[in-house]
């Protein structure tokens, strides 16, 4: 079975509590608050060319569904 990450907005903390005690037990579901808070680097640092030329962790439709809701919930393989 698929392993389902539920990330919370950093806005809805009682959510997240919420969250995670209806999913607490099941191994397959992590509920997870978004600490995120801007970009690690900034834009003017510029980047060795033998890096990474995107972050592993962008994800732009959750980035934006986060923005818009409250939560999203990401299914990995």
Do not use: K, N, W
């Amino acid at each position: 079975m698929a392993r389902q990450l539920v990330i919370v907005a950093r806005e809805h903390p009682d959510l997240y509590s919420y969250l995670r005690e209806r999913f607490a037990g099941r191994a397959q579901a992590e509920v997870l608050l978004d600490r995120r808070v801007g970009q690690r680097r900034g834009e003017h640092v510029p980047v060795p060319s033998d890096r990474r030329r995107q972050d592993r962790r962008a994800r732009p439709g959750v980035d934006t569904m986060l923005r818009s809701r409250s939560h999203v919930i990401v299914t990995l393989p």
